[in-house]
């Protein structure tokens, strides 16, 4: 059941249209101000970033993405072995399935073709209220040999899901068991409708050592159900919200506002280095995508270093044409420009 589902996913991500239909990642709404005299060497700019002691070439992300089946480890062997040549982090999908069935714990193995890159394990949030505890939660770090966990946060998905996992009550005190008891850094995870600032600002109050927003403005998961649905019922309950959530910009600003120093990764429809960097400057230390890089990583590793390299030296020059010469100061300088 499990892998039909995982297949299902990557299948309609990669033929159907599970965008969002009005709503945007509110990121077309800042513009930065160009410096035609940036006072810089392009060959200066530098898009080092360091997120849990370890050093990224660029503030980028794979996102959490696969696993569970054997299209899945491919995918994921394409995704590491371009993360570990071009030096920046990567998620892979949640890891229930393996836990449930270990002879499927291969198609996460990614560690040895990434030996020295940042890697986040997977698990679902809501599964604290369904049998698993810390010992779940090491196993999956353990699994793939993980630098930090990430809990994701899918209430709507689950709600129109069939026999969705929807039991999301008193999950507070069960997460911060976990930040507290587990050896590495735990990651709050939305998987495409963004969090408020109230909901931030309690799963801090846990010990979540970084949020994912995930806002709204990319792959909306209640579309990907839609096209899985077996009802015209489920059919019509999925379509229903095609416009749900909170834009990744204002998912940013909300976590950035309820705590101005634990790191975010904004994902939620980034496309480019433009948007990661317009992320930053709204206060994110990181940006992440996950359906470029599956396109690519349906191709070969090649495929995907060829989309990080874009991405990267887009940042880049984004940076040097604004007169920023470090993530840091992209992160403290007024360069954006409200124009929505």
């Not at 997120?51 to 394409?78: C, D």
């Not at 409708?193 to 801090?204: P, V, Y």
């Not at 792959?219 to 990744?248: C, L, N």
Request: charged letters at 15%; aromatic letters at 6%; a negative charge.
């Amino acid at each position: 059941m499990h892998e039909k589902r995982k297949t299902d996913h990557i299948s309609i991500n990669l033929k159907e249209d599970v965008s969002f239909n009005t709503i945007t990642t509110g990121l077309e709404k800042y513009r930065f101000i160009h410096s035609a005299l940036p006072e810089l060497d392009l060959t200066d700019v530098i898009t080092t970033v360091t997120l849990f002691g370890k050093r990224l070439n660029s503030p980028i992300l794979i996102a959490s993405m696969t696993g569970g089946t054997e299209q899945a480890a491919m995918i994921n062997r394409n995704l590491a072995q371009a993360a570990e040549a071009c030096q920046i982090a990567m998620g892979v999908g949640s890891q229930r399935v393996a836990i449930e069935n270990p002879s499927l714990a291969y198609t996460f193995n990614v560690r040895p073709h990434a030996p020295t890159t940042l890697i986040f394990a997977n698990l679902g949030a809501v599964q604290l209220n369904y049998g698993y505890g810390l010992d779940h939660c090491q196993r999956v770090v353990d699994m793939i040999e993980a630098d930090a966990l990430i809990l994701h946060f899918n209430p709507l998905q689950e709600a129109v899901q069939p026999k969705g996992d929807t039991n999301f009550a008193d999950l507070y005190q069960k997460i911060e068991h976990v930040c507290r008891a587990l050896p590495v850094a735990v990651i709050a995870k939305e998987v495409g409708w963004g969090f408020s600032k109230e909901t931030a600002q309690r799963l801090i109050d846990c010990g979540i050592s970084a949020i994912d927003v995930a806002g709204s403005g990319g792959t909306t998961w209640s579309q990907v159900e839609m096209y899985r649905a077996s009802t015209k019922v489920q059919h019509d309950v999925a379509a229903a919200f095609h416009d749900w959530g909170i834009p990744t910009a204002e998912a940013i600003l909300n976590v950035r506002q309820s705590s101005p120093h634990v790191p975010i990764i904004a994902s939620g429809g980034l496309r480019s280095g433009i948007d990661i960097a317009k992320c930053i400057a709204l206060g994110a230390t990181i940006g992440s995508m996950a359906n470029p890089f599956l396109k690519a990583a349906m191709q070969s590793t090649e495929s995907v270093v060829e989309i990080i390299d874009t991405i990267q030296q887009t940042l880049r020059i984004a940076m040097f044409a604004t007169g920023i010469g470090t993530i840091t100061d992209l992160q403290n300088t007024p360069c954006l420009r409200h124009v929505g």
